[in-house]
T-cell receptor, first 114, second 117 residues
Framework: AQSVAQPEDQVNVAEGNPLTVKCTYS??????LFWYVQYPNRGLQFLLK??????LVKGSYGFEAEFNKSQTSFHLKKPSALVSDSALYFC????????????FGTGTRLTVIP | GAVVSQHPSWVICKSGTSVKIECRSL??????MFWYRQFPKQSLMLMAT?????????EQGVEKDKFLINHASLTLSTLTVTSAHPEDSSFYIC?????????????FGPGTRLTVL
């Protein structure tokens, strides 16, 4: 069975400080990994993805994520948080073969404090 | 590019009525579209996978006679909630996978909030 864990329901960080939103996964195979952001009453916006190659991927709005195969993690990071980064963040995985659907984590609400 | 729209963005209806939600890929063709449901403060739960020209594939526990999905063209999928009840109130989000996508990316619509009175 596939699963995605986001261990923190809520992350608070001061504006200007670095932020990390954690994600670990459990899949039977090699995954594609994604991060999405959701603003209130809106759909999901794509941030970045890991397909293959360099373990550090860079995405929209200054976000990046590092794929760690040994730890089965794909943590989202940003060097300097902005108040406008406050939102709900979802990690998702999809298998490279087989089912095409995404498996989502439970989400982490990020609050950036001015 | 890769814009997905949903209509309506919100709808309020009486119990027992049916509601249709449209999902359109505006600038690409999508052989496959997905329908998700999101409860407050919870993650997205996949309801069904919709393939153009064929029957949708429903996830376990989703009633296909209640949530009717039609994917009649490469740019449009519809979800009809039949005989809606208050427990069907939720945020419904669709996503579309471009036919030409190499990595099966999905692009999400803005969501439709359904409130059943």
């Amino acid at each position: 069975a596939q699963s995605v864990a986001q261990p923190e329901d809520q992350v608070n960080v001061a504006e200007g400080n670095p932020l990390t939103v954690k994600c670990t996964y459990s899949v039977s195979g090699n995954p594609y990994l994604f991060w999405y952001v959701q603003y209130p009453n809106r759909g999901l916006q794509f941030l970045l993805k890991y397909i293959t190659g360099d373990n550090l991927v860079k995405g929209s709005y200054g976000f990046e994520a590092e794929f760690n195969k040994s730890q089965t993690s794909f943590h989202l990071k940003k060097p300097s948080a902005l108040v406008s980064d406050s939102a709900l963040y979802f990690c998702a995985v999809r298998l490279k073969t087989g089912a095409n659907n995404l498996f989502f984590g439970t989400g982490t609400r990020l609050t950036v404090i001015p | 590019g890769a814009v997905v729209s949903q209509h309506p963005s919100w709808v309020i209806c009486k119990s027992g009525t049916s509601v249709k939600i449209e999902c359109r890929s505006l600038d690409f063709q999508a052989t496959t579209m997905f329908w998700y449901r999101q409860f407050p403060k919870q993650s997205l739960m996949l309801m069904a996978t919709s393939n153009e020209g064929s029957k949708a594939t429903y996830e376990q526990g989703v009633e296909k006679d209640k949530f009717l999905i039609n994917h009649a063209s490469l740019t449009l999928s519809t979800l009809t909630v039949t005989s809606a009840h208050p427990e069907d109130s939720s945020f419904y989000i669709c996503s579309a996978r471009p036919t030409t996508s190499s990595y099966n990316e999905q692009f999400f619509g803005p969501g439709t909030r359904l409130t059943v009175l």
